[in-house]
């Protein structure tokens, strides 16, 4: 599948060099150095244009890899970036001046924060005009529903990966029609990494595209897509097949345009 101009990965992560930038103790795992002119291929060979560029759970709040990526790659990034709980508000600035545009808030192994902690984050993230990105085990959504509907309805919440039903669901399952009423009020959701979850693998991942072309016949303004470049914790994986995966999902170029350009433009704050 070929992509127009203005095309965004809108998940990805770098790492390293590690002489300058080294992982923390408490990383989740020990994923290659993945660095700037690695990626610049990747865009190249895939056509697109800009990226958001996803703090790693490896890297906890150290946000310094990610930012000097940001910086380096110019006007065609942005940064979801991950900060202590008590982090200042001059801080919270710095960041977005370079680039930040989102928080990440990951709920699985490797991640700081407790769900308790979300509307506090929230919050304290609003005056810089954040979302906030969460990646959970989508079985979990029913438990934060109430919680979460607002930060929907703001159009400040992000979930990744389909929604990351670690179990593969069906498309009436209780956690599922969650995900798809915070859809409803306004939630974003990446297309991206069914790897991560299918039980039937490649080239179809059969199991979450089934619930991925659901969402995206309910909501395509808000369907995101990403390479989830390099890929921690799993073998390399190949960008095109990914990009491919989205082509099957949907079939219609206008829409792919949408997920592809417009939706990305409008969140990530892309001219």
């Known amino acids: 599948m070929s992509?127009?101009?203005?095309?965004?990965?809108?998940?990805?992560?770098?790492?390293?060099?590690?002489?300058?930038?080294?992982?923390?103790?408490?990383?989740?795992?020990?994923?290659?150095?993945?660095l700037v002119a690695d990626y610049a291929q990747v865009q190249r060979r895939l056509g697109l244009e800009r990226v958001v560029v996803v703090q790693p759970a490896g890297y906890r709040t150290?946000?310094?890899?990610?930012?000097?990526?940001?910086?380096?790659?110019?006007a065609t990034a942005r940064a979801v970036v991950v900060v202590e709980p008590e982090a200042s508000e001059t801080e919270l600035v710095t960041l977005r001046d370079g680039g930040a545009v989102g928080l990440r808030v990951f709920m699985l192994p490797g991640g700081i924060y407790r769900f308790v902690?979300?509307?506090?984050?929230?919050?304290?993230?609003?005056?810089?005009?954040?979302?906030?990105?969460?990646?959970?085990?989508?079985?979990?959504?029913p438990e934060h529903e109430a919680m979460l509907t607002p930060l929907a309805r703001a159009g400040r919440l992000v979930i990744d990966h389909t929604g990351k039903f670690l179990e593969p669901v069906t498309a009436d399952h209780p956690a599922f029609l969650v995900l798809r009423r915070l859809v409803d009020a306004g939630a974003f959701v990446k297309l991206s990494a069914p790897y991560e979850t299918s039980k039937v693998g490649p080239p179809g991942y059969d199991d979450v595209a089934a619930?991925?072309?659901?969402?995206?016949?309910?909501?395509p303004?808000?369907?995101?897509?990403?390479?989830?470049?390099?890929?921690?914790?799993?073998?390399?994986?190949?960008?095109?097949?990914?990009?491919?995966?989205?082509?099957?999902?949907?079939?219609?170029?206008?829409?792919?345009?949408r997920i592809l350009v417009d939706n990305p433009a409008r969140l990530y704050g892309f001219a």
């Open 211 to 219: 619930l991925a072309r659901v969402l995206v016949t309910q909501a």
């Open 221 to 257: 303004e808000r369907m995101l897509w990403a390479t989830n470049w390099p890929h921690p914790g799993h073998a390399p994986k190949d960008e095109q097949a990914l990009l491919d995966w989205l082509g099957m999902l949907v079939p219609d170029e206008a829409t792919r345009r």
């Open 117 to 141: 902690q979300i509307p506090d984050l929230a919050a304290r993230t609003a005056g810089v005009g954040w979302h906030l990105q969460l990646q959970l085990d989508g079985r979990l959504l």
């Open 62 to 74: 150290d946000n310094r890899c990610t930012m000097a990526a940001v910086a380096d790659i110019g």
């Open 3 to 34: 992509t127009p101009r203005g095309a965004t990965d809108t998940h990805m992560h770098f790492y390293g060099p590690y002489a300058r930038w080294p992982l923390s103790p408490l990383s989740p795992n020990r994923p290659p150095e993945a």
